[in-house]
C-alpha cells in the first residue's frame, strides 16, 4: 500500500481463500480499487509444479494491472 501511495503499481496476489480478505484490507486503508489478483487456494502443501502452474496462470493478470491498471 505504501508503493500505491508513492504512485507506484502494485498488484496483491491472494489465493481465493483470502480474496476477501485482501479486499477488505485494502479498502480500510483506503483503497477500494487496488489490484487484486486471485489465484486457487491452497499454495502450501502442494508440488512445487503445481505452484508454478498457478503462478503461469495468474502472471497475464498481473502484468495486465500493472500496465493498464484495474
Do not use: C, K, N, W
Request: hydrophobic fraction near 45%; avoid cysteine; charged fraction near 15%.
Amino acid at each position: 500500500m505504501e508503493l500505491e501511495a508513492r504512485g507506484i503499481p502494485t498488484v496483491v496476489v491472494a489465493t481465493s481463500s483470502f480474496s476477501a480478505l485482501a479486499h477488505q484490507v485494502a479498502e480500510t486503508y483506503g483503497m477500494p480499487h487496488a489490484r487484486v489478483v486471485v489465484v486457487e487456494h491452497p499454495l502450501g502443501g502442494i508440488s512445487p509444479d503445481d505452484v508454478l502452474a498457478r503462478a503461469d496462470a495468474a502472471v497475464e493478470s498481473v502484468i495486465g494491472l500493472v500496465t493498464r491498471g484495474s
